[in-house]
C-alpha cells in the first residue's frame, strides 16, 4: 500500500530533535587529555608528516577510504527542478544516510552554490584531497554530461552521477530479467524512450553496452520524437536521433517492444498500451507518478511486464539497490574510475539476485511470503541484506580485470565477511559452520515440511550444498506447495510416516523397549510414531538420518520431550541446556542456558558450564565464561551469588584450564576496563567474557530476548546441548534464515558424532 506522506509530518521529522539528518561521530576514544593530544595537537603531526612523504598514507591514516562527497548544485532536485543549492539539502544528507545504512559508507553533503559547469567543475575537482570517491546528485542536464565526463578524466577517484547511471543500472538489470521472461533478446526489440534528460541518455547507453541496437531505438522528448532532420540537436540528443518517419510518442510506440518512461506523468493511454507488440515491457518511472498508472496499465494488458519507481507497487526501480554498493566494492580496491565494465557487472549482479530464493527477513520486511523471480520480481528489493554481498565483490572484480583497481582483493571468502560487517552482520562465525557443513553433507530429518519456511529453507540447504534434507509430512500438502510457490526440491527426500506402516512398528517395538519400565505400552509406543517428531528423532537413533530439527511450530518443551524420550542425553551429561548465539557489532557471544533448566542448583550449574564450553568450542572459539549474578566477588550475599561462585568452583575443579570467572554482575563480566580498575585479579580483566552463564532459566531466556529486541542483536539458536546424537530445536516462529544456520549447525554436529564414533 502507498504511504501517505503529509507535510507537517515530513517537516516535523527533519527538525525534531538535532535538525538534519546526520551528524559526525568520532571513531576514537576522546575521553583524557591524552587522547585530545594524540587525536589533534601535537600527535596529529606524526601522520601529517607521513602522508607529506607518501600521499597514499592518507588512505591509511584517515576516514578518505571510505568517505564519498555527495555534492549537487540544486539545479534538478527530484521533480521540483532548480530550487537551489541550499534548498537541496536535505535531499543530500538523506542519499548520506542511504550510503552509510546500507553500505557502511561516511558521507560529507556538499551544496555549491554554483550553475556555471566549469567553475562547478574546478571546485569538486579541488576537494578530490578530501574525498574517496564522488556521488553527483541532483544536476541538471546537459551541464551534467560535461560535468562528469570532465570530472572522471581529471580526478583519480571513483566519479558517479548518480541519477544518470544509477538508474540505468537498475533499470537495465530489471530489463534483462523482464526480456528473459518474455523469451526476447535485447539485440531484438523496439524501445522507446520518453524523456532526453540525463537519466533517459545513460539508461539508453547502457541498453546499448548489453546489446540494443541503436537503429531499434527511438527517443522523444518534450517536441516529440527526436529526429535526424531536427534543428539544433545538441551532441547527446543526436547521438539517438532516428531517420524514421515519426512524429510524436503515440506514433512512436506502436509495436514496440519496450517502453521506457523517465518524462512526466499521464503521457500514455490504455490506448498506447494497446498498441505495442505482444508481451510488452513498460517501465514508466516519472516521480512521484509514472507516465501511466500502474493499475490502468496492468487492467490494459494481461501480458503487460510492469515496473515503476513507487515502493507501492511491484518491480520498484529504486537506485538505493545500486549506488551503495558500487562505490562500496569501487572504495574497497581503491578504483580510480567506475567504469562501463564496474557498470555492467552490477547489472548482471543484481539481475541474477532475483533469481535466488528470497530470504525470510526480506519477506518480513515487505509482508509478503510469496516474493519469487517471476512478472511482479524483477531486481531484488532494497531491503535484501544479499545485495551488498552480491554487487560490491562484482565491481571490485570488475575494477581489478580493467586495471583501475590500485588494491586487489585475494580473500574473497573474507571480503564477504567484512562486507556483512558493514551493514551490522556478523557472520565470520556461521561462514566458518556453513564452510565445513559442505564439505561433508549429512542427512537432516524436517519434522515440519508442511511449513513453507522449511521448505523454503530446504531448498536454499539443497542448493548450497549444506545438508540432504529429509522432509516429513503428507506427500500431497508438500508437493501441493512446492508446485504454488514455485519451489524446486528434487534432491529432497520425502517421508510421509502414515504410508510407513512397517517402520512405524519397527521403531514401536524400539521405543517399547527402552521406556516399557516407565509406563510405556506397545499401542502407545506405536501411536507415538504416528507424531512426527518421535518419527524423526527415531530415524536418528536407528542411522538412517544424521541430525533432526524440529520447533517451528510447536513449543519448546512439547518438542524436546521425544528426542529426550528416543535418544536421550550423552553419556558424558546428565542433562542437557539450550545455548543461544548472540551476534552484534561488538562481536559474538554465547549464552546459556536459556531454554531448559529452571533452578539449576550448583552442580547442576556447574554440569551447565562444561556442557557452554564444549559447545563455545564447537565453533572453533576460546569460552571465556563469567557466571552471572547481582553480585561482584562477593560484594553482596544471598543463594544466587553463592550458587555462582560454588558453581564455579566446581567447574574449575573438573577443568582446571577453563577460563571462568563469577560471580560477576553482566556488564563488569564484558567490559575490562571495569575488571582492570576494580577487579584485576579477575580471570577475565584481560579480555572480558565471551560466554555468559545465568544464574536460573529466566534470567537467560529473558536476557537474550531484550538483546535481540532492544540491543537489536541477532540470535542462532537455540542450539541444544548435551544430547546423545544431534538434536536441535528451532525456536518457535524461526526465520529461513534460522533454520538455514540451524541446519549447517546440525551437520557440523552430526560430523563431529561419526568422528567420536570413529574412534
Known sequence: MSIKIRKQDALNYH?????????????????????????????????????????????????????????????????LGNIGAEASKPVMEGKGVLFKKFAGIDV???????????????????????????????????????????????????????????????????????????????????????????????????????????????????????????????????????????????????????????????ILDPEDIRTMADKPIVFALANPNPEIAYDIAMDTREDIIMATGRSDHPNQVNNVLGFPYIFRGALDVRATSINEEMKLAAV???????????????????????????????????????????????VAKAAMVTGVAKNHISDWVNYH?????????????????????????????????????????????????????ILLGRKDVIQSLVEEHNLELTECQIIDNYDENDRIHIYADALYEKRKRKGLTKYDAVKLMRERNYFGCMMVEKGEADAFISGLTKDYPKTILPALQVIGTSEEHRRVAGMYIIMNKNGTFFFSDTTVNVHPNPEELADIIQMTARGVKFFDIEPRMAVLSYSNFGTSKGYVPDKARTAVQIAQERNPTLIIDGDIQAN??????????????????????????????????????????????????????????????????????DIVNMAAIAVVDAQTFDKKKSK
Open 15 to 79: 527538525q525534531q530533535g538535532q535538525p538534519g539528518k546526520i551528524e559526525v561521530v568520532p571513531t576514537k576514544a576522546l575521553s583524557s587529555q591524552l587522547d585530545l593530544a594524540l587525536a589533534y595537537s601535537p600527535g596529529v603531526a606524526e601522520p601529517c608528516k607521513d602522508i607529506a612523504e607518501n600521499k597514499e598514507d592518507v588512505y591509511k591514516y584517515t576516514s578518505k577510504g571510505n568517505l564519498v562527497g555527495v555534492i549537487s548544485n540544486g539545479t534538478a532536485v527530484l521533480g
Open 108 to 266: 560529507f553533503d556538499i551544496e555549491i552554490n554554483e550553475e556555471d559547469p566549469d567553475k562547478f567543475i574546478a571546485i569538486v575537482k579541488s576537494l578530490e584531497p578530501t574525498f574517496g570517491g564522488i556521488n553527483l546528485e541532483d544536476i541538471k542536464a546537459p551541464e551534467s554530461f560535461k560535468i562528469e565526463s570532465e570530472l572522471r578524466e581529471k580526478m583519480d577517484i571513483p566519479i558517479m552521477h548518480d541519477d544518470q547511471h544509477g538508474t540505468a543500472i537498475i533499470s537495465a538489470a530489471a530489463l534483462l530479467n523482464a526480456l528473459e521472461l518474455v523469451e526476447k533478446k535485447i539485440e531484438d526489440i523496439i524501445i522507446v524512450v520518453n524523456g532526453a534528460g540525463a537519466a533517459a541518455i545513460a539508461c539508453t547507453k547502457l541498453y546499448c553496452s548489453l546489446g540494443a541496437k541503436k537503429e531499434n531505438i527511438i527517443m522523444c522528448d518534450s517536441k516529440g520524437v527526436i529526429r535526424s532532420d531536427r534543428d539544433n540537436l545538441d551532441s547527446v540528443k543526436s547521438e539517438f536521433a532516428t531517420n524514421l518517419d515519426l512524429t510524436d510518442l503515440k506514433e512512436a510506440i506502436k509495436g514496440s517492444d519496450f517502453f521506457l518512461g523517465l518524462s512526466v506523468a499521464d
Open 348 to 394: 548482471r549482479a543484481l539481475a541474477d539476485l532475483a533469481k535466488q530464493p528470497v530470504p525470510e527477513m526480506v519477506n518480513k520486511a515487505y509482508g509478503d511470503s510469496t516474493i519469487q523471480f517471476g512478472r511482479d520480481y524483477l531486481i531484488p528489493k532494497p531491503l535484501d541484506p544479499r545485495l551488498i554481498t552480491t554487487i560490491s565483490p562484482a
Open 417 to 469: 565477511v567484512e562486507l556483512q560487517k558493514r551493514i551490522g552482520i556478523d557472520e565470520k562465525l556461521m561462514s566458518r559452520v556453513i564452510s565445513r557443513a559442505r564439505k561433508n553433507p549429512k542427512r537432516v530429518v524436517f519434522a515440519e515440511a508442511h511449513d513453507l519456511k522449511i521448505l523454503k529453507a530446504a531448498q536454499t540447504i539443497q542448493d548450497e550444498g549444506i545438508a540432504k534434507p
Open 668 to 737: 563488569v563480566a564484558l567490559n575490562t576496563s571495569i575488571q582492570k580498575e576494580n577487579y584485576p585479579f579477575s580471570n577475565l580483566a584481560d579480555k572480558g567474557a565471551n560466554t555468559l552463564i545465568f544464574p536460573d532459566l529466566a534470567s537467560g531466556n529473558i536476557a537474550y530476548k531484550l538483546v535481540m529486541e532492544i540491543g537489536g542483536a541477532e540470535a542462532i539458536g537455540p542450539i541444544l546441548l548435551g544430547m546423545k546424537k544431534p538434536v536441535h530445536i528451532l525456536q518457535l516462529g524461526s526465520s529461513i534464515r
